[in-house]
């Protein structure tokens, strides 16, 4: 039987690990938090990341805490006073669910054997012993020991403790170098962020108090949502993305996730693509000698990940901007480009096995 030493328990190395051992292969996820301890807050998940669950075998238990589409909500972009400055279409989105990190990670934590991962365990190093190692090590990914690039914003995020009427619309609202994201979870509750352009490094002495100050004059009901957040669980993350890697593969050791391709979150992509990963990766390992399903994994996932995160960070600038030609842009953009460009990031498929291998 194939070993496989996975690090890090995040989206990426959990469901790498359902993927392979549904192949048979004996599987260990090392994770160093002393137990789950995913952020409060919420994920997008798309069409892509659900088609890669359902490769996974995930799909169903994933659906049962992502509910149905949330009803009656236009979503898009909006000012700060709540004037919309363009909607998306319904068919975009269709598949679209946000659910809350922790349930993911539950459901996800439970499709596997019991033991399969040790908590408490921060790797150092290529682990010995196993045919492969993947490095789901997040962002900051020692196995890739490449720096992170800050990209000038930083965000704030949180969910209600109970249901709030998000008075029919969600999305983004866009002020001068700032935004404010609202979305449904399954339960009524809001997951809602914040982002501001400002330099590294700075912090406030309350960070939840600097959240109202930006926010609370912004259009209904981001007060009220402000208000339906316990402040302690409000968490702030500065804005990263890592320089494009000319392989995703070291020998027998091979990088996934954010570990391999972090972007701007602009997208809402990168668990997504964490998920294809996985899927991709298993799919290759399942069907080729270990070498040729490596370089099968790098040689199709680098061109996908790798324009998504320039996407995302185009997108980030356009967003954050400050100039007033922002608003026009997004108003004048046909909704049939903006369906296209969301259509066309979801509509991603399992490549087959390269010819020349059965
Ligand atoms: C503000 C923000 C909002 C976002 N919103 C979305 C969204 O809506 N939709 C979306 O698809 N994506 C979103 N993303 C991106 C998404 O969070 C990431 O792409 C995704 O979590 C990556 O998963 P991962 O498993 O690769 O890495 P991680 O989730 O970072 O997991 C890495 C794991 O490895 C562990 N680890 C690290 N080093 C070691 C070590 N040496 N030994 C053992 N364990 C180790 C860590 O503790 C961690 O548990 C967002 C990101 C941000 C910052």
Same mark, same amino acid.
């Given at each position: 039987?194939?070993?496989?030493?996975?690090?890090?328990? /995040?989206?990426?190395?959990?469901?790498?690990?359902?993927?392979?051992?549904?192949?048979?292969?004996?599987?260990?996820?090392?994770?160093?938090?002393?137990?789950?301890?995913?952020?409060?807050?919420?994920?997008?998940?798309?069409?892509?990341?659900?088609?890669?669950? =359902?490769?996974?075998?995930?799909?169903?238990?994933?659906?049962?805490?992502?509910?149905?589409?949330?009803?009656?909500?236009?979503? /898009?972009?909006?000012?700060?006073?709540?004037?919309?400055?363009?909607?998306?279409?319904? @068919?975009?989105?269709?598949?679209?669910?946000?659910?809350?990190?922790?349930?993911?990670?539950?459901?996800?934590?439970?499709?596997?054997?019991?033991?399969?991962?040790?908590?408490?365990?921060?790797?150092?190093?290529?682990?010995?012993?196993?045919?492969?190692?993947?490095?789901?090590?997040?962002?900051?990914?020692?196995?890739?020991?490449?720096?992170?690039?800050?990209?000038?914003?930083?965000?704030?995020?949180?969910?209600?403790?109970?249901?709030?009427?998000?008075?029919?619309?969600?999305?983004?609202?866009?002020?001068?170098?700032?935004?404010?994201?609202?979305?449904?979870?399954? =339960?009524?509750?809001?997951?809602?962020?914040?982002?501001?352009?400002?330099?590294?490094?700075?912090?406030?002495? =309350?960070?939840?108090?600097?959240?109202?100050?930006?926010?609370?004059?912004?259009?209904?009901?981001?007060?009220?949502?402000?208000?339906?957040?316990?402040?302690?669980?409000?968490?702030?993350? =500065?804005?990263?993305?890592?320089?494009?890697?000319?392989?995703?593969?070291?020998?027998?050791?091979?990088?996934?996730?954010?570990?391999?391709?972090?972007?701007?979150?602009?997208?809402?992509?990168?668990?997504?693509?964490?998920? @294809?990963?996985?899927?991709?990766?298993?799919?290759?390992? /399942?069907?080729?000698?270990?070498?040729?399903?490596?370089?099968?994994?790098?040689?199709?996932?680098?061109?996908?990940?790798?324009?998504?995160?320039?996407?995302?960070?185009?997108?980030?600038?356009?967003?954050?901007?400050?100039?007033?030609?922002?608003?026009?842009?997004?108003?004048?953009?046909?909704?049939?480009?903006?369906?296209? @460009?969301?259509?066309?990031?979801?509509?991603?498929?399992?490549?087959?096995?390269?010819?020349?291998?059965?």
């Amino acid at each position: 039987m194939s070993r496989v030493a996975i690090i890090g328990a /995040g989206i990426g190395g959990l469901t790498t690990a359902i993927g392979l051992q549904r192949h048979g292969w004996d599987v260990s996820v090392f994770e160093r938090a002393p137990a789950s301890s995913p952020v409060g807050a919420g994920l997008s998940l798309f069409a892509n990341g659900f088609r890669a669950l =359902d490769l996974l075998g995930a799909g169903d238990a994933v659906r049962t805490i992502a509910g149905p589409a949330p009803q009656h909500l236009t979503t /898009g972009q909006r000012r700060r006073d709540g004037r919309w400055l363009a909607t998306t279409a319904p @068919e975009a989105i269709s598949a679209l669910r946000v659910v809350h990190r922790a349930d993911l990670h539950r459901v996800l934590a439970g499709l596997l054997e019991p033991g399969t991962i040790t908590y408490g365990k921060k790797v150092d190093g290529v682990p010995g012993g196993y045919d492969v190692v993947v490095a789901a090590d997040g962002l900051r990914s020692p196995t890739r020991g490449t720096p992170v690039r800050y990209r000038g914003y930083t965000s704030w995020r949180g969910v209600t403790t109970r249901p709030v009427d998000l008075l029919g619309g969600a999305g983004e609202s866009l002020g001068r170098g700032e935004r404010f994201g609202l979305a449904s979870l399954p =339960d009524g509750r809001v997951y809602w962020f914040g982002v501001v352009s400002l330099p590294a490094g700075t912090e406030f002495p =309350d960070e939840y108090a600097e959240v109202r100050r930006r926010f609370d004059r912004w259009h209904a009901p981001i007060a009220d949502v402000l208000d339906a957040t316990d402040p302690a669980t409000v968490v702030r993350t =500065d804005i990263h993305d890592v320089a494009a890697l000319p392989s995703f593969v070291r020998g027998t050791t091979v990088l996934l996730g954010d570990a391999a391709h972090a972007m701007t979150p602009d997208l809402g992509q990168g668990a997504n693509l964490a998920l @294809e990963d996985a899927a991709t990766l298993t799919h290759f390992l /399942g069907a080729l000698p270990i070498d040729a399903a490596l370089d099968a994994y790098d040689r199709t996932r680098r061109p996908r990940t790798q324009a998504l995160s320039r996407k995302a960070r185009t997108l980030g600038r356009l967003l954050q901007s400050r100039s007033p030609l922002r608003d026009a842009l997004l108003r004048l953009t046909p909704a049939a480009v903006a369906t296209r @460009e969301l259509t066309g990031i979801q509509a991603w498929s399992q490549p087959g096995v390269p010819s020349g291998h059965s």
